[in-house]
């Protein structure tokens, strides 16, 4: 479980997040929604610890992750997965060495223990024969696989997904989608995900939180959502024609 | 005051870069590979930049001597001198601060704009010295052999000068290639390159580390790192020469 308490961040003079307090369930999907400029790429950037905040508390676990210092963050680093918007793969490695990085820069694992990982891994994100190929040799939705691949290859305890679906079409995003709820079952995660696409919502949503201006304005799961009476909540779920036929 | 800031900022950066590696064999694959791309790879413009310079430097020397007794063989005297005191020292490094600065921080200002480096601190690497150190170990590594390469060849383009336009009889080139030789001349151009190697892996390092925004910024970056590395380069060139001739 990850527990976020009473955070508050601020960029200079703009106070990004106020006083967000949330609860991420092992074994589930929780989802972070809200507009863009919501702050929701902070929030999850401040719970992975990229960014530093300013008032609260992260806990990982048993852990006060907030508290930590640099090297004892390091440290929990390795049992966190990330996803970034873009992939973030690296442009000079191939799929094998984008995915084998981790392992070779932390595991005590052989060459040959290495590598059936990697297949492993791969194969679990359903990418074939594309081991030699660059990331720039692939299709976006095959990048984010092969990012989702990366994050999983250390067998983490967190994994975080930061707008997965952002840049791929429809059918593409819910094989995605799948692809996490699986991944969040099979590996008994806990799988924070940002995203603002409302299919994902529906998909996966176990535990939604949108944040508003900043602030924690609703909790609830896929089903609590299409029937919530907040206002700001139903104009951000329901701002295109698809979901308001939905709702009808 | 943001001189000061860049100073302080450029120093903790230094320290996050020169802490241990955390992999060793990795950080060895990762020093030859910078070996090849920083150093291998720009032989072949060193290879002409100093070939030129030393062909050009014999013959403006040996058109300019119109005075009948001053003797011939000063032209190659003052060839070599030229080259191995300034040319193949500090216009090579302009050169690869041209080349290897503007690479450096493409390279690294595009994997902050992605998110690469974030990515590499999300895994608990340490990304500055993951990324800088090989880089700055290849660069001071492999610019003085550059610097002994362009002392070599650009006493060859001098040869090739006279030899081809009879500027000056070769022997007397020759013979002043080999007169009143100081061997400290290639210390003092050893040490300069060293000091410029640093110089030229870490600033453009620093100035792609810390950009936000996109590809215009990188291009700033770029522009930047070869900017402020010259600047430097020419600069220490007037404090290393007044220590160590003086």
Known sequence: M?????????FGDEQILKDISLIFEQGKTNLIIGQSGS?????LKSVVGIHKIDKGEIILGNEVYSAMNHKEKQK??????????GGALFDSYSVYE???FPLRMFSTMTKKEMTERVDFCLDRVNLHHINNSYPSEISGGMQKRVAIARAIVLNPKYLFFDEPNSGLDPKTAIVIDNLIKELTIDFNTVTVINTHDMNSVVEIGDNIAFIYHGEKWWTGNNNEILTSDNKELNDFVFAT???RSIKK | MEFFYHIGKYLLFLKKVFKRPQKRKIFFQNVFFEIEKLGINSITIVFIVSVFMGAVITLQTAYNIEVSFVPLYLVGLGTRDSMFLEFSSTI??????????ANIASEIGTMKIREQIEALDMMGVNSESYLVLPKIIAAVFSYPLLTLFSMFVGIFGGYLAV???DAIPVDDFVY???YYFIPFYISYSLIKMVIFAFITATIPAYQAYFIKGGALEVGNASTKAVVYSSILILFFNVIITQILLS
């Open chain 1, 98 to 100: 984008n995915v084998i």
């Open chain 2, 176 to 178: 002043g290639l080999h």
């Open chain 1, 76 to 85: 929990i680093r390795k049992e966190i997965g990330m996803v970034f918007q």
């Open chain 1, 39 to 43: 702050g929701k790429t902070v929030l």
């Open chain 1, 241 to 243: 024609k698809l979901m």
């Open chain 1, 2 to 10: 990850i527990e976020v308490r009473n955070i508050s961040k601020s």
């Open chain 2, 163 to 165: 030899y081809f336009t």
């Open chain 2, 92 to 101: 090579v490094a302009l050169i690869l601060a041209g080349k290897v600065g």
